[in-house]
């Protein structure tokens, strides 16, 4: 009787281990993969990794980093106003809003800074760990549809991307090119409208923990736009499940 009871409580308690197992190991699909609560930074007059498709290079890529919280709008610097109660920084493009009042705008889209591919944008380290993107789209902000971006590059990377660093500092990290193309807004959609999705082919399947995007090119003159804006993006793929 002692035996059997014995085998039992083990055959249980593998049962529960095993199931865990299968939690712990269970893949989310063509799934959004960043929420708000992830760790975000709005970065300024950077180095993009590649700027032609099909480039999977990878490079370590200084991003000087922006005040999140601040209304910091200089003439002729690249920063975001924050204006309206602080609801035109970084944070706000991925905030699950695409309402009038909640946007990204950065005045970083210059005729000289895209001529040298230096670009405007943010980096995200989605909570859900490492993941493979699939897919994308970007929803339009509430004006001035010349601010729109109509090309974008997304990169990723499995360095470590500290929390904590101030406004005026630097994040370096080896960035491999996950996407580079279209955004989806070649045609305008209207304002505070999603365009289609945008179909990505990671460079590997081994995924990546953090994204940077950057925002090449906008829908008007870039010698006379003043900056970039959208009001969210939507990242979309599977977490890697560890082997």
Known sequence: MGSTRLFRRVAAVIAITLGLAV????????????????QIYGI?????????????GSSIVASPVLD???SNAVANRNAYPGAGGNNERPLEAIDNNTAAASKYLNFGATSTNHSNSIYTGLIVTPSAGRTNLSSFRLATGNDSPDRDPTTITIEGTND??????????????????????????????GRNVYGPTQTVVPPSMTGF???????PSVRGDPTETC?????????????????
């Open 23 to 38: 939690v712990t190991r269970a893949q989310v699909v063509n799934s959004k993969i960043t929420q708000p609560s992830d």
């Open 44 to 56: 300024d007059v950077t180095q993009a990794t590649g700027t032609g498709v099909g480039n999977s």
């Open 68 to 70: 999140l919280n601040a």
């Open 160 to 189: 470590t991307i500290p929390a904590g660093v101030a406004a005026g500092g630097t994040i370096n990290a080896n960035w491999t090119v996950v996407y580079f193309g279209p955004s989806g807004l070649a045609t305008d959609p």
């Open 209 to 215: 923990t953090s994204y940077r995007i950057l925002i």
């Open 227 to 243: 900056c970039m804006q959208f009001s969210e993006i939507d990242l979309v793929g599977s977490t890697v499940v560890p082997r």
